[in-house]
């Protein structure tokens, strides 16, 4: 069991900045990817950014550009620099993790609880 604690979401205006925070926690040591992902009302969660182990990154195209995502291994902890925030960013984002099944032929996805992230005037 992986477990998720998320810190540093809130309210921001406009063109300002935000960093998000994740600490895994319990059975990390086989974890391949950790990423961020956000959902709104009505919405499907989408993707937002995820990283690998080996530190490759992948990120939404309306994201590529304003968000970086880092990682620390050693410390099992996910980041998410979020800069040029716009009101489409508004959602709660979720701290993702995702280990292989025993045999590797499929794999499990822990998530975190959720923190608001809201940009408004």
């Known amino acids: 069991q992986v477990r998720l604690v998320e810190s540093g979401g809130g309210t921001v205006q406009p063109g300002g900045s935000l960093r998000l925070s994740c600490a895994a926690s319990g059975s990390t040591r086989n974890i391949i990817s950790m990423g961020w992902y956000r959902q709104g009302p009505g919405e499907q969660r989408e993707l937002v950014a995820t990283?690998?182990?080996?530190?490759?990154?992948n990120y939404a195209d309306s994201v590529k550009g304003r968000f970086t995502i880092s990682r620390d291994n050693a410390k099992n902890t996910v980041d998410l620099q979020m800069d040029s925030l716009n009101a489409e960013d508004t959602d709660v984002y979720y701290c993702?993790?995702?280990?292989?099944?025993?045999?590797?032929?499929?794999?499990?996805?822990?998530w975190g609880p959720g923190t608001q992230v809201t940009v408004s005037s």
């Open positions: 990283i690998t182990s080996s530190n490759s990154a």
């Open positions: 993702n993790a995702r280990s292989p099944s025993r045999t590797g032929a499929f794999y499990y996805d822990y």
